[in-house]
């Protein structure tokens, strides 16, 4: 009965409407939008995320551009690089792909990313706009929550949206969003005293916490709508089994990891619909940067 | 039993503060904070609310520039006139008195302010510090809230708070502040459609709708904290005998009219504290103006 939300579906949709978009504007500005992805150091995680930005980017049509700085890059010399993108006429998104390695101030570093080029969302300019409801970017983990739920016809007015987990990237702006879409926002946190109490009266939750099996099934309201930001990585066969559904087990003793969110599969049975993991609101992000590059490329031409 | 919360002994506390403040920094600085509040034409309310905050200012010691533009001021003059106090030395505050008349664009004039100078706490990039964790200056009603609940040590943590109104003056930042000081919060407005169920489980209730007597005696936990940031304007009789004290009847008879917040008075009697209306909130505003004021002085001289 419980209806999975898969991401990819709308991924591609969202990406079709780039593309539809992009034909009808690219013409005038005589150039594509063009995407940053700036990197410092050899985290293996961050290369893989990077490598599927610049390849969405190329995919798209976009001018990518990968800058890859050296491990013992200094922070006077990424402030020069982020300066030089900040007034180069063929760069329209910036993005910085955290976390960076040490010694580096990351808040310096994010609020020197222009406004105008901040393809993430997440400097204070732009994190104002959005409180005040008049955001041009928004941040890509929540604006993919909020294409999901559009994508399936889902409409917050009016419901009880309980959100768990505070944090700049997920939770905070996904309450924002959620309110400003007229949803009844509980922004529940580790200091939330009854946790349960409020989750077992919303219809629909976003878990945003990195806890696996957090949102158990005792806890969900029968229908609610659950969506699972978390991605977890599960190692032991224990943890496995408290937190991930049986029916993967033969997988995870094959590949020695599981991925899982912070909602329990016992609760997503307990629901209308609900976003896997792998499969859902993760598949969102990397398009939604996408989206933003592009917004930021029509203001910035007057398209 | 309910304990009223005055804004009066907590205003002259914070008053205090500052007085003490600038007598440990100004000497260094060689100059007192100057503040510029700036009034365009003559709406007979805001001239009262200029008059009560040059009047502080200058109480406090600050440097209080009054900048009276008449009612026929362009946009662009308004704008060059806070350019100029953009970059006078001598100003490290500014607040623009709203509503402007017909015929401004607020928000391009909010915008101009220097976020450096901002008073209010309402320029985008000062609204993205708070939403960041990371703000100089608050908006001055909600941190007039967050100042009263301290004086009368009451801690927010855990508590769940129903923050009723979105607004970007008082309910969303009031929302964010709350958080941040670890209350699991929820933020109800116009669409909510169990604003009783809402209220009746919160420890803690800040009614910033602007309707007289929303919060009525039943939605009420035996016990609750409320906060009333409404001011209403009651002038029928019958307004007055649905929601104001009935005591204060022979006043209203007398002077035609009663001010009443947002919360009905038998709420207030099931409460463990509450804000007046008038004597609560209200008497914290232009206080918070002066705190803002000199936190932007002591940051720009990195006093």
Redesign the interface.
């Known amino acids: 009965m419980a209806q999975p939300l898969a991401g990819k579906a709308v991924a591609e949709a969202v990406q079709r409407e780039i593309v539809a978009e992009l034909e009808q504007c690219s013409a005038r500005a005589g150039r594509p939008p063009g995407l940053a992805v700036i990197k410092v150091g050899c985290d293996p995680a961050s290369q893989t995320y990077v490598a599927s930005k610049n390849k969405l980017a190329a995919k798209l049509g976009f001018h990518s551009r990968p800058v890859e700085l050296p491990e013992h890059t200094s922070q006077a010399e990424l402030l020069a690089a982020i300066g030089a993108l900040n007034a180069d006429p063929a760069i329209d998104g910036i993005l910085l792909q955290l976390p960076l390695p040490k010694g580096f101030d990351a808040?310096t570093v994010v609020d020197h990313i222009s406004p105008d080029k901040d393809a993430d969302g997440l400097?204070?300019?732009?994190?104002?706009?959005?409180?005040?409801?008049?955001a041009v970017v928004f941040p890509c983990t929540p604006a993919g929550v909020l294409r999901i739920i559009d994508h399936y016809a889902i409409d917050p007015?009016?419901m009880?949206v309980v959100v768990v987990g505070?944090s700049?990237l997920v939770g905070?702006?996904a309450?924002?969003m959620l309110?400003a879409r007229?949803a009844?926002?509980?922004?529940?946190?580790s200091?939330?005293?009854?946790l349960a109490?409020?989750v077992s009266?919303a219809d629909l939750v976003v878990a945003a916490a990195g806890k696996p099996g957090m949102i158990t099934a005792d806890m969900v309201k029968p229908g609610a709508i659950l969506i699972d930001v978390g991605i977890n990585h599960v190692q032991s066969e224990a943890d496995f089994l408290r937190y991930c559904d049986p029916r993967g087990l033969e997988s995870f003793r094959q590949k020695g990891y599981a991925i899982t969110g912070d909602i329990h599969p016992a609760a997503c049975e307990k629901a209308s619909a609900f976003t896997p993991v792998p499969g859902g609101v993760g598949l969102m992000t990397v398009t939604m940067l996408m989206v933003n590059t592009l917004r930021l490329y029509r203001k910035r031409l007057g398209l």
Not at 184 to 189: F, P, R
Not at 191 to 194: E, L, Y
Request: proline content about 5%; glycine content about 10%.
């Open positions: 808040t400097h204070p300019f732009n994190q104002g706009l959005l409180a005040l409801g008049r007015t009016g009880d505070r700049i905070k702006p309450a924002m309110s007229h009844t926002v509980t922004l529940c946190h200091q939330t005293r009854d109490g409020h009266r």
